[in-house]
């Protein structure tokens, strides 16, 4: 986790912000997760890898010319193939429940969607999308 959520969004922003800067702008996303701000039973090092790329993100966000927009998007549950992935009946099973509500991913592409569909003087920070039954 750490690999992929810290180091991996640390070289992507390495990778593209060369580019940005000579083309004199660009739009960074970041897809965070509810757990940056929760942390539940298990989650304890998904929380922090989800909180430090929403640190990374705002960090960017702030240091940053205003040529650079930033947004973190910030998912609750999804729907996915995770809980098939899982190899302890058990856990896979509490996995299953806690997706039952899941929204579609195609939500989490319209949240993008309009964060890059913005004018160049609109800066739009942070969404947190999820499913209407999922209130922590």
Known sequence: MIDVNVRGLLHGIAAVLPVFQRQGGGHLITVASVGAHEVVPTSAV????????????????LESDPSLRVT??????????LAESITDPVAREAMREYRR???SPDAIARAISYAVDQPADVDVNEIIIRP???RG
């Open 101 to 103: 509500n899941a929204i």
């Open 46 to 61: 998904y929380s922090a890898t989800k909180f430090a790329a929403w640190a990374i993100t705002e960090g960017l966000r």
């Open 72 to 81: 973190t998007i910030t998912p609750g549950v999804v729907e996915s193939e």
């Open 132 to 134: 209407t039954r999922q």
